[in-house]
């Protein structure tokens, strides 16, 4: 029997969590019981139950809260800190955002700008309210995106810098005598003063040609910055070829934070680079930010300094200054003869050597900016977060730098939903959070283009749904606006709605939307993932090693993230600097044993250079020295010409291959042609991963450890948001590894909070085997825990019935939709009947009474009005067909009254169908658990009676489609939703027996 798709009574049932054999044969046939009503019978274990019911604030989801800059008041403040708190989120990161306000005149940056007394007021105001209500509350390092401040210019030293590039074309033998070429493209708005670095010559060669790009002759290159005088300089090209002669200036990019001004003066973006840069952050902080009020409360509510995605955009070369010096000084040359290479232009090459050496450069150049924004920008702020009380949490992506280093670095590294091409882009920055020994991977999440108003929460759990699976353990919603600012219209002020005139990004959460009384159902849901994907330590099969630290590339691991991810392989990555890490010891044949204790080590080509054969000598001898102490490695391609990534010094690659040939001596290491080979590669060296499924599935994973109880939670999830064939169900067996050979499997519904045993599974050495089935989308999450002393709960390993299930009195009992005599077996053979006897037909719930509310704008832009309408239905239907609900948004109550007779049903599942957005169940005026918004069966059985039942379905909607109509000029191009209980609806009997009894 499936326990998710549609059997012969054509119910479509929920979780199963559970395996066994049909006795005499191997079929699995069995599922777990649906949580959601009635007492629960479970073994004692160490299981956190009050815990896991109950998720603390600490890792409850939080929100983006976006305020249009000091535009705020104390009271409404406090208020929308009550609405967070008492929706069950955990808190939120304030944030200046006004995108959505075109008409920056109604603004009023000197008064109400960010970082004026109006902001502290409103900053005190929140972290006073926040402490009140047990939540925390972060905040941004700045205005909007990136970090900026207001005191210091564009043209000031710590403000972000370019390298601007100016070309002239000399002819052989011609000389030129005049003024240093201007840059290609002119200074932007408030850059006043520029430094001339240097200027070069060097010949053109055709044959290093590539597109648009020019090619260069390498060996040509000259100095001629000795040569300028007062900004002209006379140089006659020699006799061959044509020539160009560059120069390169330095000065301020002049980029400001998004969506500005909100400040004034307004804030320049700071230089990443160096340490300048980062403390004129600290400078403004110390002195304008942190009021003695504000330093007090970050003490009792504060939780994290947070900076959003590095996003310094440029039409030149990032720099900074000394840069040439640094390079010199960490790559061991110089960097003048590569400058022509290196250079941009609109964020594109310019110029060209051979392939080879502008790449190996291009590299170095990267890896040195890496180096500077980590050592100045991401240590210095960390630090310094943490001696005011805060953590430091960021997005150490969007610039070509190593951001697996900087997620070892931060508290709380940050990914994003939005940007994030695939899971592999999670995965990049969970390997630095574990090797440097951090806890939570968050994300923003949920921020839809196009999807303001109209974004489902069932939209957002399916898009999050795999992330957790790959490293992801906190979610920053995307986002909370505050109610109003000047000049908007109904439903209030929103962060990212208009943009550009037309529908902006989700999501503006809150009292505003229909959804929102049923949000703290989500909140608890989400609450609960992240608190078993922060338990213990995480547990990953593979560490593969990373020439580049890069992230947000959607670029996976070969044979890793194609093939191993859908039978069960887990990986994470890893680059140069984190394999020097404390925590990279080699213990048992694990890498990094206190933490994700990886089993091998993978390496292969540098899929960011085309696969190029490539490592460091340090990387290659840290490699070695992992191996000789236990460490598997596995590597793949042709190693026997490989490279070092940089530009080669004398001798280099030669002592490369030489580390390279004892390395492939070591017997812990297997080197592969081809990607096909790599799972025989593994098995010759012993790995195994934690978790097995015999065929190719869309099921991902996460494995946590704590103590020696085994956490796993299980997705049916997409691993990329590319466009594909839509995933579909999954029902099969999968087999968890185990700390505790005596440790059995436990439900923990997601859900519910409710914690129970599964009933039905079989158990090898280290190993437990179960069936698992889950809808597109959905989740579950399972405990490996070992029973108190004599409090080990029944199980069986095969029934011919539906589901099995532990009932009071430590029994097991059977249930099934169908009337029968069914055969479970007990561990050791020994099978035992069951009868379930006549069961009543199903019956579909057509006949509904539905009451209204419609959500309407009211007196002012932050008011909303509603309208109720009473309606009959002899049938369901989406709203917009209801001539009466066409263009209405709200919530929606269904009341339908069923007759069980007067004996009653023994139990009943309610399969509400489809349901458009949010819902909740209420049965003879019992509420019931929170309904699993993915696949919405709820067991109604402990909550019926004889003769009349009432039941009621509570749907919510998104604002969509009244918008559609309120505000036509912004959202009337948007498509009525199919809002409401669309069904179809049937209430389903079940049957129950106990395991053999007579």
Not at 133 to 154: C, F, H, N, S
Not at 208 to 214: A, D, L, P
Not at 288 to 299: N, Q, V
Not at 482 to 492: F, L, Q, R
Request: net charge negative; with cysteine; charged share 20%.
């Amino acid at each position: 029997m499936n326990d998710d798709r549609t059997g012969q009574d054509g119910l479509t049932r929920r979780h199963v969590l559970q395996i066994g054999t049909v006795a005499g044969g191997g079929a699995m046939v069995a599922a777990a019981l649906p949580l959601g009503g009635g007492a629960v019978a479970h073994a004692a274990t160490g299981l956190p139950e009050a815990r896991f019911a109950r998720p603390a604030a600490a890792v409850r989801p939080k929100f983006r809260w976006w305020w249009p800059d000091a535009h705020v008041t104390p009271a409404e403040i406090r208020r929308e800190i009550d609405q967070i708190a008492d929706a069950g989120f955990g808190g939120a990161e304030i944030v200046a955002v006004h995108h959505s306000i075109r008409d920056k005149s109604v603004l009023d940056p000197v008064h109400h700008g960010w970082g004026t007394p109006a902001w502290n007021a409103g900053v005190e105001a929140a972290l006073d309210q926040a402490r009140k209500r047990g939540i925390t509350v972060d905040l941004t390092i700045g205005p909007a995106w990136p970090a900026a401040v207001p005191d210091i210019t564009p043209d000031s030293p710590a403000a972000v810098q370019e390298l601007a590039y100016g070309t002239v074309t000399v002819a052989g033998g011609a000389t030129h005598d005049g003024p240093v070429p201007e840059p290609a493209v002119g200074p932007h708005t408030g850059v006043t003063r520029r430094h001339l670095e240097a200027v070069h010559a060097v010949r053109k060669d055709p044959a290093n040609n590539s597109g648009k790009v020019v090619g260069l002759a390498r060996g040509t290159w000259q100095d001629l910055t000795s040569r300028v005088r007062d900004g002209r300089i006379a140089w006659t090209a020699p006799e061959d070829g044509e020539w160009l002669l560059l120069s390169y200036w330095r000065r301020g990019s002049g980029q400001r934070p998004e969506s500005g001004p909100h400040s004034a003066p307004d804030c320049a973006v700071v230089d990443h680079f160096s340490r300048a840069g980062t403390q004129a952050v600290i400078d403004f902080w110390e002195e304008r930010l942190l009021t003695p009020k504000i330093r007090r409360l970050i003490r009792q509510a504060g939780g994290a300094l947070f900076e959003d995605s590095i996003e310094l955009e440029t039409e030149a070369l990032n720099w900074t200054p000394g840069l040439a010096g640094e390079f010199q000084k960490r790559r061991g040359y110089a960097l003048e003869p590569y400058l022509p290479v290196i250079v941009l232009n609109d964020e594109d090459p310019v110029f060209s050597y051979e392939a080879d050496v502008t790449r190996h450069a291009r590299h170095d150049f990267w890896l040195t900016v890496s180096e500077l924004f980590n050592e100045h920008h991401f240590v210095p702020l960390t630090t310094w977060a943490h001696s005011i009380g805060l953590e430091f949490r960021a997005q150490p992506y969007g610039l070509q730098t190593d951001t697996i280093h900087a997620a070892a670095i931060v508290d709380i590294p940050e990914g994003e939903s939005l940007g994030f091409k695939n899971l592999d882009d999670y995965r990049t920055l969970a390997g630095g959070r574990d090797l440097g020994g951090r806890k939570v991977l968050s994300c923003e999440a949920g921020a839809y283009q196009g999807g303001a108003y109209n974004t489902t929460w069932d939209k957002l759990l399916r898009t999050m749904g795999g992330a957790y699976a790959a490293g992801l353990n906190m979610t920053v919603l995307h986002g909370f606006s505050y109610a109003t600012a000047p000049g908007v219209n109904w439903p209030g002020f929103a962060g990212f709605t208009p943009y550009n005139g037309g529908i902006g990004y989700a999501e503006s959460w809150g009292p505003r939307q229909p959804t929102w009384r049923h949000a703290p159902d989500v909140s608890a849901y989400l609450g609960r993932v992240h608190q078993l994907t922060q338990a213990g330590q995480n547990r990953i099969d593979i560490a593969v090693f990373r020439q580049k630290g890069l992230s947000k590339t959607g670029i996976g691991a070969g044979w890793f993230t194609a093939s191993g991810i859908p039978i069960g392989w887990t990986h994470q990555f890893a680059s140069e600097p984190v394999l020097d890490l404390p925590s990279a010891t080699v213990s048992g044949g694990r890498l990094a044993p206190r933490g994700p204790a990886y089993k091998a080590l993978f390496v292969e080509g540098d899929r960011f250079s085309g696969r190029e054969t490539t490592l460091t000598v340090s990387a290659a001898r840290r490699i070695l020295d992992l191996t000789r102490k236990g460490l598997p490695v596995v590597f793949v391609g042709d190693w026997s010409a490989a490279t070092v990534p940089g530009v080669a010094k004398d001798g280099e690659n030669e002592e490369l291959r030489a580390v390279l040939k004892q390395l492939f001596a070591q017997p812990k290491v297997r080197a592969v042609a081809t990607e096909p080979e790599v799972p025989g590669a593994l098995e010759a060296l012993g790995v195994r991963r934690d978790v097995t499924y015999a065929t190719a599935s869309t099921l991902l994973h996460a494995h946590r450890a704590e103590d020696d109880i085994d956490y796993y939670y299980l997705v049916n999830g997409k691993h990329s948001e590319t466009p594909k064939p839509p995933i579909a169900a999954i029902d099969h067996e999968v087999t968890l590894t185990r700390t505790d050979r005596r440790a059995v499997p436990h439900r923990l519904d997601l859900w519910t909070g409710e914690i129970e045993p599964i009933a039905l599974y079989r158990a090898d050495g280290d190993t437990v085997t179960l069936r698992v089935a889950l809808q597109p989308g959905e989740a579950t999450a399972i405990a490996l825990a070992r029973p108190a002393p004599g409090r080990a709960a029944p199980y069986a390993t095969a029934t011919e019935a539906a589901e099995i299930r532990v009932v009071p009195g430590n029994r097991l009992a059977i249930r099934d939709t169908r009337a029968g005599t069914y055969t479970t077996t007990l561990p050791g053979g020994r099978t035992a009947p069951a009868t379930i006897a006549e069961l009543p037909a199903p019956i579909a719930l057509t006949g509904w009474r539905l009451q209204v509310e419609d959500f309407r704008p009211g007196r002012t832009a932050a008011e909303t009005a509603t309208v109720r309408h009473d309606l009959v239905l002899d049938a369901l239907k989406p709203w917009p067909q209801i001539p009466e609900l066409a263009d209405v948004s709200g919530v929606g109550r269904y009341t339908a009254t069923v007759d069980l007779g007067r004996d009653g049903w023994p139990g009943a599942y309610l399969e509400l169908g489809e349901v458009f957005d949010t819902c909740r169940v209420t049965v003879n005026g019992r509420r019931l658990p929170a309904v699993d918004l993915i696949n919405p069966v709820v067991d109604v059985g402990p909550y019926l009676r004889r003769g009349a039942n009432t039941i009621e379905v509570e749907v919510a909607t998104t604002l969509n489609n009244r918008l559609r109509v309120s505000d036509p000029a912004v959202y009337g191009g948007a498509s009525r939703q199919n809002y409401g209980l669309v069904g179809p609806v049937r209430l389903v009997p079940y049957g129950e027996a106990t395991v053999g009894a007579s």
